[in-house]
């Protein structure tokens, strides 16, 4: 109805975040019009530009970042002969938040997906063949679901190679649980109780 | 952690938000930033603060909207002398949802609330009063709360006139519910079954 015909053209926008529906896109667009402050909402506005625009991914690893090489990839502090590879960059931060884990990352940016039409091609796995050289052990850090247990045996078999341990995150790790949402502690013994597959 | 500063910026706007925790705005941070096109969040940040600006109350009912005076009470084709009085905006979309009404509004602003105290002074009351000229009849339809319960006692006392109907909405509004997550048919048969106290 056309009173509220600009709460409907914010509402359109919020829809896009995940899990936003329309009536949750409608409180937020109210509460941007009626409690905030117009300078709470410039600053917002601002911040979306800015972050969308300062964002990349790391040309190392994949992982979001603000700059060319990611700060873990840049660290000199950083074990440099193991990788953990994940699905996304907010894996990386739920594995950060641990502190049980100081090597190196690698972002797949998704897993592979048969039904979704995802394959190896549409992952960023060619770059971790290519900073295998030197490296120790590559720890796959995918969820246990169906994708994730795909991507990470067709991770095995094309990482395999002499001297490299590849090994599994594995103990604790709730079935169909999604890496993000598990709890530190959780995550912590999944790290220590890795499975060495080879 | 300096790996996702700019997620933690824009989460923390995206915290101000009803309902928004720290897991779902970073959600929402991360969608931005991996999912959305520069296009598409630079049309967001553009609508959000274009929102902002043009917003404003009624200067008759105080309800929002971009004009002066908001479309329902300039509209010809609304019955001028029934005036519905609501909590707030969404109040009024929800009931214009039903098409069983077709008199104005008066939009408080809020509830009386002893306990967070707001009192009749904080509300778009006075002005009330003075359009109560020609008035025939007066629906109080706040929410079946103890604060919805406090203002309909309260306006009842204040705008008792001879000639003046005052009613409130009844039948059907569930004890406890926001007006504005109330299904269409339980409102409609609200409106026809509205008591009148006088």
């Known amino acids: 109805m056309s009173e509220i015909k600009f709460i409907d053209k914010l509402s359109k926008h919020f829809e896009k975040l995940p899990g936003v529906g329309k009536k949750t896109a409608e409180r937020y667009a109210y509460h941007i019009a009626e409690k905030m402050t117009i ?28 700059q060319e090489t990611c700060p873990i990839c840049a660290s000199s502090y950083r074990t440099k002969d193991q990788i953990m590879v994940v699905r996304d960059t907010k894996d990386v931060i739920a594995i950060e938040k641990t502190n049980q884990y100081n090597g190196l990352y690698h972002v797949l940016g998704g897993l592979i997906s048969p039904l979704d039409g995802i394959s190896p091609d549409d992952l960023n796995i060619d770059s971790l063949e290519k900073r295998l050289d030197g490296i120790k052990e590559v720890i796959i850090a995918t969820s246990f679901t169906p994708n994730g247990e795909t991507t990470a045996l067709y991770l095995e078999k ?7 341990v590849v090994s599994r995150i594995g103990y604790g790790l709730p079935a169909g649980g999604d890496i993000e949402y598990v709890d530190e502690l959780t995550l912590r013994r999944a790290i220590d109780a890795r499975k060495i597959n080879n």
């Open 39 to 66: 300078d709470e909402v410039e600053a917002f506005a601002k911040e979306l530009v800015t972050t969308k625009k300062d964002v990349k991914h790391c040309k190392v690893c994949g992982m979001l970042t603000d």
């Open 158 to 164: 094309i990482i395999k190679k002499d001297g490299l």
